[in-house]
């Protein structure tokens, strides 16, 4: 099993809906987790961390960890054309490691 | 801006040619990383800075690259006798140690290389 994965899409959404993206992890990157979203040519932008069990909600993102299950996900409500970017997961072991990535979901916004 | 600062933001080489590239941190963050991404895939990890101590380097930095972070602010990443496999873009990200959970690692705007 690869260390963080997502799957890599196209995930299109219509404007309005809910965006639901996933990531599965392994044991080695347990303790932290980020979601990035990246426009293409840029760099990753922090869209929130979460560390513990259950949800964590900032403006239209919440994101969701359950440890049981070694799964996180994004949820992006009232979604816009301007949420339509990769969305890129990452996994810590924790303290001052290195971020560990998936390849990435991208995501779609239809108008 | 108080954010993250890379220089230069495209580099165009020959194969064989060295390489440097430079990163500032946000000001108050004392630790500093660098990755490198590559089309269709995330980031990977290659490096990273407490201050000015280097303590951790991953299998993916072959001796080819050097990074240095003199004084522990901005840092540098050198890679010698360039090949075409590194053309990538550079990610430098720094974050402010916390105690007792894991930093919040803040993007620069990367260096785009390419190896000609």
């Known amino acids: 099993q690869k260390e963080v994965e997502q799957n890599s899409g196209p995930l299109s959404v219509p404007e309005g809906a809910i965006a639901s993206l996933n990531c599965t992890y392994s044991d080695r990157v347990s303790q932290s987790f980020f979601w990035y979203r990246q426009y293409s040519g840029k760099s990753p932008e922090l869209i929130m961390s979460?560390?513990?069990?259950g949800d964590k909600e900032d403006g239209r993102f919440t994101a969701q960890l359950n440890k049981a299950s070694q799964y996180v996900s994004l949820l992006i409500r009232d979604s816009q054309p301007s949420d339509s970017a990769t969305y890129l997961c990452?996994?810590?072991?924790?303290?001052?490691?290195?971020?560990?990535f998936g390849k990435g979901t991208h995501l779609i916004i239809q108008p | 801006d108080t954010g993250v600062s890379q220089d230069p933001r495209h580099k165009i080489t020959k194969r064989g040619q060295n390489v440097t590239f430079r990163c500032d941190p946000i000001s108050e963050h004392n630790r500093l990383y660098w990755y490198r991404q590559t089309l269709g895939q995330g980031p990977e990890f290659l490096t990273y800075?407490?201050?000015?101590?280097?303590?951790?380097k991953s299998r993916l930095l072959s001796d080819r690259f050097s990074a240095e972070r003199p004084k522990g602010s901005f840092s540098t990443l050198e890679i010698q006798r360039t090949e075409q496999g590194d053309s990538a873009m550079y990610l430098c990200a720094s974050s402010l140690e916390r105690a007792r959970s894991t930093d919040t690692q803040y993007f620069g705007p990367g260096t785009r290389l390419t190896v000609l």
């Open positions: 990452a996994g810590s072991g924790g303290g001052a490691d290195g971020l560990t």
């Open positions: 800075f407490q201050n000015e101590a280097q303590l951790e």
């Open positions: 979460i560390y513990s069990n």
